[in-house]
């Protein structure tokens, strides 16, 4: 099927004959799959195949699946019966087995004679393969601009696997952080307020799923996804987040609300019910790729630094001086270590988790900043001009750039790298949570060269820095960083995009696809930069391509 014609039967849905499905009956209830199809963590025999049905009352409803390797469903080669209801949110996921190991899948759903719309998927190949390429994404926040990323993924024909590095949804309420557009893009936040119960959360849920953009890259390509902190909230850690308060109520109340509608509305696999807080897991692109998702956010991570209320330059070093805070937790942390090592066969290893590795120190930030120039106010997640110079003052040190990233946490960073460079081989890390295009080369403590690379994806619509820092010229944040921090390479603060990962045995390439606005229909897509690793040589860097 042609790609534009695949695309408008996603939009438009499809007809039950199109699935092989014939209507028993006509449809007693108004069945809708107005949050169309998805499917995710695909292995060589098996995908999880996803979607919602809408207009069912509380006694749910029976809905059949089916698999083929044709999208008009002449060869059917799994097929089964899941259901519908409402403890799941009429949810339905199945993990479809006995597949055809890489092979472009078609599939779909049928529930009281309504037929879903087409979704198409791909299993790894386990054999020798050629090339694999990703599509590796972060931080859609839906009030603050279109899900052009989104779409452009879904238009690429011979993309293995999205891979989402976090921040899929996030919590706030209308008025706090990066709503200020939600009104005239027509993109309020569903509920109004922040997401703090199981009802909140799936109903920020359902509004994501429910956008076209995001319905058509959910349709196209399987997705691989980890969660961050906006799932659940700010600057989340295992027994905490920044903006939970006890008004609230209990963290763990919210934390587990959050947990169940994440898994009840993204494609993922759970193995077991205790297995619920356990998000990483590993996936293997036949000889050419191992891929290993960690959770730096919630299974195992310590506290962030608190530099406390006057922060000065000595609390922050003083706050990061605890050599057992980690951000995985020992058991990740072995397990982590043993996936390197089942994963030592294939050519790259390619790690996804949530947060900048590269140790990053901050430029003074007075040569920057225009503290007349005009800023929203409104919002209040914006920094005012005094907090603008309080950073200024803390800045002149140059001190670790965000505490909540690996920065935080140098310890378990130099262990990190350590296993890394004792059990990887051709190492990729891949980054998100700061909405900012970066590359860097990963160096451990002591180390004359790198052991990795880092590559991380700018955000799908999430402010970045230059949305909320004043820079006198554009740029010029993204250029004093690069000047003191050698280990950078590139870096892009502005534009919102998708970051492009193609292997071959010979080669990694990453790509960095940029949008020039996120804030209206019209837009336009660059490739901003490309480099280059070779096999066998990430301690000789990366190159531009």
């Not at 997401?195 to 429910?210: I, M, N, P, S």
């Not at 947060?355 to 930030?365: E, F, G, N």
């Not at 990795?452 to 999430?462: D, L």
């Not at 696809?513 to 490739?527: G, M, N, P, Y």
């Amino acid at each position: 099927m042609r790609r534009r014609s695949f695309l408008r039967t996603l939009a438009g849905g499809a007809l039950s004959s199109a699935f092989g499905f014939r209507p028993r009956r006509a449809a007693a209830k108004t069945v809708r799959f107005e949050h169309g199809v998805a499917s995710g963590d695909p292995l060589a025999d098996r995908v999880i195949l996803w979607t919602r049905v809408s207009g069912l009352d509380e006694k749910g409803a029976d809905v059949d699946w089916r698999v083929a390797t044709d999208p008009r469903f002449g060869d059917v080669v799994a097929k089964g019966r899941a259901r519908a209801e409402a403890d799941r949110d009429f949810t339905v996921k199945v993990d479809a087995t006995g597949l055809p190991a890489g092979r472009t899948l078609y599939y779909g759903f049928e529930c009281e004679g309504v037929a879903s719309p087409l979704g198409r998927t791909r299993t790894p190949a386990t054999a020798s393969i050629a090339r694999a390429r990703f599509a590796v994404v972060s931080c859609s926040n839906y009030p603050y601009g279109y899900f052009h990323v989104y779409r452009a993924i879904a238009e690429q024909d011979d993309i293995d696997a999205v891979v989402h590095l976090g921040d899929y949804i996030y919590e706030y309420g209308l008025g706090e952080y990066a709503t200020e557009f939600a009104e005239r893009l027509g993109r309020m936040p569903e509920p109004a307020g922040a997401t703090v119960t199981l009802d909140d959360y799936r109903k920020r849920h359902a509004q994501y799923k429910a956008d076209a953009d995001s319905r058509a890259m959910h349709g196209r390509h399987p997705l691989i996804a980890v969660w961050d902190d906006h799932e659940l909230a700010n600057d989340a850690w295992k027994a905490g987040a920044q903006n939970h308060t006890d008004a609230q109520g209990a963290w763990a109340a919210r934390r587990d609300a959050a947990i169940q509608a994440w898994l009840e509305w993204m494609p993922v696999r759970v193995r077991h019910e205790r297995e619920r807080t356990r998000t990483f897991r590993e996936f293997r692109f036949g000889d050419l790729a191992a891929l290993i998702m960690l959770d730096t956010r919630v299974f195992g991570r310590d506290r962030q630094p608190d530099a406390g209320p006057e922060v000065t330059p000595e609390s922050v070093e003083a706050a990061m001086r605890d050599p057992e805070r980690r951000l995985l937790g020992p058991e990740q942390e072995s397990w982590f270590r043993d996936a390197l090592e089942r994963g030592s066969d294939a050519t790259w290893q390619l790690i996804g988790q949530q947060v900048m590795v590269s140790p990053t120190r901050s430029p003074d930030l007075e040569p920057l900043l225009d503290l007349d120039a005009s800023m929203d106010r409104d919002n209040e997640a914006y920094p005012s001009p005094e907090a603008l110079r309080e950073y200024i003052e803390v800045s002149k040190s140059n001190p670790p750039m965000l505490l909540d990233t690996w920065n935080g946490y140098p310890a378990a960073r130099a262990a990190f790298l350590d296993d890394i460079a004792r059990f990887g081989r051709n190492p990729v890390v891949l980054s998100g949570d700061l909405h900012t295009s970066l590359a860097g080369h990963l160096v451990p403590r002591g180390g004359t060269g790198p052991v990795a690379v880092e590559f991380m994806t700018t955000s799908v619509t999430s402010p970045g820095f230059a949305d909320y820092l004043p820079e006198k010229r554009p740029g010029l944040l993204a250029e004093a960083t690069l000047e003191l921090n050698e280990t950078l390479t590139y870096m892009e603060t502005a534009r919102r995009g998708w970051l492009d990962v193609q292997l071959t045995h010979a080669e990694c390439t990453a790509a960095w696809h940029l949008v020039d606005t996120v804030h209206a229909s019209r837009h336009r897509f660059e490739t901003d930069r490309r480099f280059r690793v070779n096999a066998g040589a990430i301690a000789k860097g990366m190159k531009p391509a």
